[in-house]
């Protein structure tokens, strides 16, 4: 066998969770289809060697041990089952002699923490089987592809192992969309409060959205390439009727990542005028508070002067010095304020 996907390997391999394995199996045709659940690898090999299509779903990717065995019950290559283990994968597809390895990120979003949560999918897809591999710490969006299998008489029935590639990857693509119209909701809700009454919380949920958006835009991007390879590629199991939804499925993560970047360019946008919202407050109120103190400042120079403590002070024993000193203030605060609106400074 031979790979022809470079590789990059990291010194210290992280292991996936060790949790009870759910193999669910979907052995079908366009006639009948058996479905099985179970916890034993056995159950799934022996599925291998028949005529019809056969889906192994495997919840939790399964320890060492066990993996080592499904390997050679279905004639995996050893690296094939490292990088399976290996939950932290960058999307990529590699081809071998009689089977197609890819691995990309299934997104779902967790509401209360509002946090996008990531899980790793690889699929091994031969001529007559398909093996899928979950991490199993998040949601699952392959229950749309179980319900055309159960159907009769769906393109999904009448199809190989290609097609129900193509359909594994299209839920997890249409489920991209699903965050993004959450995003959407968010940013609406954001700009919306920062029009009416703009917090510096508003501040703090417009960074934790872009940081969500970015990691979005990180998951999805290689696996345009991913798809770009399985639908230019000379490989004999993807077949010509599958390639044009391929291809429907790259212009769909291509809007994904067009859309993340709007969103950020967005929210870039939102944060500046936060920003200029604040600072045009600011100078709102220096502004108001730079009049208040310049109508003032004659007034306290005409109260002080005459607070001095001399004998002889113009006005002081004139029973109108009082009030002349009231009216002078009175017509100086009138022309100030007179002034400043003619300037269009109030």
């Keep these: 066998m031979s790979v022809t996907a470079t590789r990059r390997r990291s010194a210290a391999r992280p292991r996936a969770p060790q949790a009870k394995n759910k193999i669910t199996i979907f052995d079908y045709n366009a006639k009948r289809v058996e479905e099985l659940e179970t916890d034993k690898i056995q159950d799934g090999i022996k599925y291998k060697n028949l005529k019809s299509v056969t889906w192994v779903n495997i919840d939790n990717v399964p320890p060492a041990k066990l993996l080592q065995e499904l390997g050679l019950g279905f004639s995996l290559h050893p690296v094939v ?133 970015l990691y979005l835009r990180k998951s999805v991007w290689p696996l345009r390439e991913v798809i770009n390879v399985l639908e230019r590629g000379d490989w004999p199991l993807i077949q010509k009727s599958t390639r044009i939804y391929l291809r429907d499925v790259y212009d769909r993560v291509v809007q994904v990542i067009d859309t993340t970047e709007g969103y950020r360019d967005l929210l870039a946008g939102m944060l500046d005028l936060y920003l200029s919202g604040v600072s045009n407050r600011t100078n709102a109120v220096v502004k108001m508070l730079t009049i208040i103190t310049t109508i003032f400042m004659p007034l306290s120079f005409l109260a002080g002067l005459y607070g001095m403590n001399f004998a002889y002070i113009p006005g002081v024993d004139s029973p109108y010095g009082f009030p002349a000193m009231l009216a002078v203030m009175a017509a100086i605060l009138s022309g100030m304020i007179m002034y400043f609106r003619r300037k269009q400074w109030l």
């Design 81 to 213: 089952l490292e990088d399976i283990e290996n939950i932290n994968q960058r999307p990529k597809v590699e081809t071998l002699d009689d089977y197609i390895y890819v691995v990309f990120k299934m997104l779902t979003l967790d509401e209360p923490g509002r946090k996008i949560k990531t899980e790793q999918v690889s699929l091994v897809i031969a001529a007559k089987f398909l093996l899928s591999f979950q991490q199993g710490v998040t949601g699952d969006t392959f229950e749309p592809v179980r319900r055309l299998i159960r159907q009769d008489g769906t393109r999904t029935r009448g199809s190989g192992t290609d097609y129900l590639a193509y359909e594994l990857i299209e839920s997890v693509v249409a489920n991209y969309f699903s965050i993004l119209e959450k995003f959407g909701e968010r940013i609406e809700a954001i700009e919306e409060e920062l029009l009416k009454n703009p917090r510096p919380r508003t501040v703090r949920s417009i960074h934790h959205l872009k940081r969500e958006i």
